[in-house]
């Protein structure tokens, strides 16, 4: 578990400057952040998401100044917020939060940018109070300076990786024939809490032809033997950052032609996460892994992106998808995850966690890639 120390590290007062800079690069007049991931990663104020008001309001010529609820404002102070030296203001029950934001914004306020993740209501309510002011996405600003992790925050995920990687470890104290994906499932999720998150995001138990849909939802299937089973897990720690792993198993001898399908599977995904490095950009990284895939006969079974960024979002950018030019730099972390499903048959995905560094790629998920057998 991080220390307080560690904490206060990965939310340092520097961000606000850097995204104020970003902001008036941009053209925009000020962001308007309310809870979520991109509040926490400027102040480490992981609010509610309530239906009061909370914003960040961050002028691109002008000091920060977080608004709260009255009744959040303890919560606001204690949290590393409390500890940049933004001014802090709680509003009463009688007031209207986003009037008093819009006093505070100068009169010649055009262009604001707003939380992508800020609910339709409060988008809207800003919009009546500020009629002169055309809206834009905050994550042109944010995701720019969000994708480059510090040395910090590839701590942080190396925390959370390790975290996973011990559930992933102790799979066969749950995953046997007779017993159904819920309950399995209900056991992963206990498991995810005693070994370092504090919030189970997704669990994903995917049996015998289950396991051929990226996104099953727990059921009460009954695992047989011989099934193979796709179990993708991913929660959040305590300091904020996210895991996300994905193994596969079988539970007794799983059928030949499974073990090959894993195996071209395999290859694909480790000369993937190999092939990371700075200056290949994510859609060359995509082909990588669906060239090989496709060279077995199975590229129309290769049905999602390769991956998706990670950090205080489960998924955030970059992506790893065919198509996208952007360049890999040092400090972007991402899922590598290629699949292959047969529907109504049986399915495999391999995921690991990697980091761009100078010198390639660091993977951040240490156990074993290959079949598991269970007896």
Same mark, same amino acid.
């Given at each position: ?25 941009a053209g925009l007049d000020a962001l308007l952040i309310s809870p979520g991931a991109d509040l926490r990663y ?158 189970? =995001?997704? %669990?994903? @138990?995917?049996? *015998? ?9 727990? +059921?009460? &299937? #009954?695992?047989?033997?011989? =099934?193979? %089973?796709? @179990?993708?897990? *991913? ?9 996300? +792993?994905? &193994? #596969?198993?079988?539970v007794g001898e799983p059928p030949a032609e499974f073990r090959r399908l894993h195996e071209v599977l395999l ?89 761009c560094t100078r010198d390639g790629g660091e993977r951040l998920n240490r156990t074993p890639r290959d079949l598991?057998?269970?007896?």
């Open positions: 578990m991080p220390d307080d120390g560690q904490l206060a590290n990965l939310y340092p007062a520097d961000r606000l400057h850097s995204a104020r800079e970003a902001t008036a690069r400027l102040t480490g104020y992981d609010a509610l998401p309530l239906e009061r008001l909370t914003c960040l309001v961050l002028p691109a010529d002008g000091d920060p100044f977080l608004l709260v609820p009255a009744l959040e404002e303890p919560a606001a102070q204690a949290s590393p917020a409390g500890d940049l030296g933004i001014e802090i203001t709680g509003w009463q029950e009688t007031e209207d939060p986003y009037a008093l934001v819009a006093a505070r914004l100068p009169a010649r306020t055009a262009r604001i940018g707003v939380d992508n993740h800020m609910w339709a209501e409060k988008t809207l309510a800003f919009r009546a109070v500020l009629p002169g002011a055309g809206q834009e996405l905050a994550g042109g600003v944010l995701n720019g300076l969000r994708m480059r992790k510090t040395p910090q925050e590839a701590a942080a995920l190396g925390r959370a990786g390790a975290a996973i990687d011990r559930v992933h470890a102790r799979m066969g104290e749950w995953l046997r024939a007779g017993r159904t994906e819920r309950e399995v499932g209900r056991d992963i999720a206990d498991a995810m809490l005693d070994e370092g998150h504090v919030r189970v =995001d997704f %669990v994903i @138990v995917g049996s *015998g032809p289950n396991s051929a849909s990226p996104h099953h939802e727990l +059921s009460d &299937r #009954v695992i047989g033997p011989g =099934d193979p %089973v796709v @179990v993708d897990i *991913g929660g959040t720690t305590r300091d904020g950052y996210c895991s996300d +792993s994905t &193994r #596969v198993y079988a290859r694909a995904q480790r000369a993937q996460t190999d092939a990371v490095r700075p200056g290949i950009t994510a859609g060359q990284l995509d082909a990588v892994g669906r060239d090989i895939i496709t060279d077995a006969g199975h590229g129309p079974h290769f049905i999602h992106r390769t991956g998706h960024g990670i950090g205080l979002d489960t998924h955030e950018e970059p992506y790893i998808v065919t198509g996208n030019p952007l360049p890999l730099a040092p400090g972007m972390a991402f899922s590598v995850e290629p699949g292959i499903y047969l529907p109504g048959r049986y399915g495999a995905r391999i995921e690991d966690i990697v980091i598991v057998v269970l007896a």
